[in-house]
């Protein structure tokens, strides 16, 4: 049994990946800045201020900020992966502490995370601004579990992608990979999860 479970945002709770690479689509065109579509999804899961300089793009706060703006024309896009809200209410009738760890920063997870309603399930949110460093550092992660009051041993960690694997390992933390939005099916996990309910599964088999 792990008591301490942490989440991803993109891709393992919440499905935004044609809403964030559209999005960028549109801001690079509005930049005239050349690109190829499957050269994009390397920005999953990582903050804009490490995703945006590869393009180039040296204002990097007024470029996110319009990153932001064009998001909105893609929020229709958004949606929460089936079968998340199930998982996510069995694992609190279970009495486990949950958290979230995301690269997104606080604006950002209130207005793509908040609207869903699944805010109540989790004890703790740590936001890009809440570290200094970020995914794949552990420091997001350790944050998380010094507020919890959690141990590495007792956590696990579920992600899509490979900063996510990488910062758990880091933290010293069991991980999860998220195969329902994961990019990449062949990133290194201790868990290889088809569906939210696996969660479950792995929780079932731990107890007495």
């Not at 979230?100 to 604006?107: A, E, L």
């Not at 399930?121 to 970020?134: E, G, L, P």
Request: charged share 25%; net charge negative.
């Amino acid at each position: 049994m792990y008591p301490c479970l942490l989440f991803d945002v993109d891709g393992t709770l919440l499905d935004t990946e044609q809403a964030i690479i559209g999005s960028l689509s549109d801001l690079l065109r509005e930049r005239n800045i050349p690109y190829e579509p499957e050269d994009l999804a390397f920005v999953l899961g990582i903050p804009s201020v490490r995703s945006l300089p590869r393009f180039g793009i040296q204002d990097i706060e007024e470029a996110a900020e319009r990153w932001n703006q064009l998001m909105e024309r893609h929020d229709y896009q958004i949606r929460v992966f089936e079968g998340i809200e199930p998982m996510l209410r069995q694992v609190k009738e279970l009495g486990l502490r949950t958290g979230i760890v995301t690269s997104k920063t606080r604006m950002e997870y209130i207005k793509d995370f908040a609207r869903f309603d699944l805010h109540p399930y989790f004890d703790v949110v740590v936001c890009a601004d809440d570290t200094a460093r970020h995914k794949p550092n552990p420091e997001p992660i350790l944050t998380a579990l010094k507020r919890l009051e959690a141990e590495p041993k007792d956590t696990i960690y579920i992600g899509d992608s490979i900063y996510d694997m990488q910062c758990a390992a880091g933290a010293g933390v069991a991980s999860g990979l998220a195969l329902w939005g994961a990019y990449d099916a062949g990133i290194e996990a201790n868990y290889r999860l088809q569906h939210p309910k696996d969660i479950l599964t792995i929780l079932e088999a731990a107890l007495p």
